[in-house]
Nanobody, 125 residues
Framework: QVQLVESGGGSVQAGGSLSVSCAAS????????MGWFRQAPGKEREFVAA????????YYADSVKGRFTISRDNAKNTVYLTMNNLRPEDTATYYC??????????????????WGQGTQLTVSS
């Protein structure tokens, strides 16, 4: 089992940068792919970025490609999302998730077995 706790959200102006972190506890973190999703008010939760267990492959939603970077440190049991050139439409609650059993693609919610509680990002224009 994996427990996930996000941190680092906040408020930033458009064009600014922010990083969020997700600390994991549990013995399977290094075997799990990790993903970041976000959910804006009134909208469905959507894929943002994912990284394989060894960190060698990374995937991004088209809307964040070139602006966001996902990374992980397996020694620290932590996954990061660095966000640059933020836009008001990036405003959402950001969730990290762990995929231990790989039931689908890394862009799909159903693939992930464990979820954090979320951290809020607000981007003002």
């Amino acid at each position: 089992q994996v427990q996930l706790v996000e941190s680092g959200g906040g408020s930033v102006q458009a064009g600014g940068s922010l990083s969020v972190s997700c600390a994991a506890s549990g013995r399977t973190f290094s075997d799990s792919a990790m993903g970041w999703f976000r959910q804006a008010p009134g909208k469905e939760r959507e894929f943002v970025a994912a990284i394989t267990s060894n960190g060698l492959a990374k995937y991004y939603a088209d809307s964040v490609k070139g602006r966001f970077t996902i990374s992980r440190d397996n020694a620290k049991n932590t996954v990061y999302l660095t966000m640059n050139n933020l836009r008001p439409e990036d405003t959402a609650t950001y969730y990290c998730a762990a995929a231990e059993y790989y039931r689908g693609t890394l862009a799909q919610l159903k693939t992930y077995d464990y979820w954090g509680q979320g951290t809020q990002l607000t981007v003002s224009s």
